[in-house]
Nanobody, 122 residues
Framework: QVQLVESGGGSVQAGGSLRLSCAAS????????MAWFRQAPGKEREGVAR????????WYDDSVKGRFTISQDSAKNTMYLQMNSLRPEDTAMYYC???????????????WGQGTQVTVSS
């Protein structure tokens, strides 16, 4: 059974940093593409960043480029999202996702975590 468990969310002031983690289990970690999504109150869920099977970041949303860094540690089956220079508009529930295919991990991923809340105050 595939499980994705996020952690690391919290409340910070604008300009601060947080690092989210997504621990994966129940599948061969290196065979999946992974991504981070977020959903703010009243808004649709949106993709934030994607990483490929070799651990190379392949895409960032324009709103987070230069501030967020996606990475992974295959030895720990864990993906990370380092978030720097946080802004109030980054406030959202953040989710990790996994899918066997690159073209669907950002559109309709097969597996989701339960989410972790990030709140940025001005």
């Amino acid at each position: 059974q595939v499980q994705l468990v996020e952690s690391g969310g919290g409340s910070v002031q604008a300009g601060g940093s947080l690092r989210l983690s997504c621990a994966a289990s129940g599948y061969t970690y290196s065979s999946f593409y992974m991504a981070w999504f977020r959903q703010a109150p009243g808004k649709e869920r949106e993709g934030v960043a994607r990483i490929n099977m070799r651990g190379i970041a392949t895409w960032y949303d324009d709103s987070v480029k230069g501030r967020f860094t996606i990475s992974q540690d295959s030895a720990k089956n864990t993906m990370y999202l380092q978030m720097n220079s946080l802004r109030p508009e980054d406030t959202a529930m953040y989710y990790c996702a996994a899918d066997p295919y690159a073209d669907t991990v950002l559109r309709n991923p097969r597996y989701w975590g339960q989410g972790t809340q990030v709140t940025v105050s001005s």
